[in-house]
């Protein structure tokens, strides 16, 4: 998820919730809309608090 989020945006600084719809989070991991978000949201606080996601 974190990957998804950096790759929309294009630089870790301009990730925003925004970067990806929920809609493509829920096709891509095949999970609903709640889980979804949930998990966009976690993966921008770890961006935020300095993780960067490896191959």
């Known amino acids: 998820m974190a990957r998804m989020l950096l790759e929309a ?8 919730l925004e970067s990806v719809p929920l809609a493509e989070i829920q096709a891509a991991l095949g999970v ?19 993780h960067r996601p490896t191959a």
């Open 9 to 16: 945006a294009g630089v870790a600084e301009g990730v925003t």
């Open 32 to 50: 609903g809309r709640t889980t979804a978000s949930e998990l966009r949201a976690a993966a921008l606080t770890l961006l935020q608090n300095g």
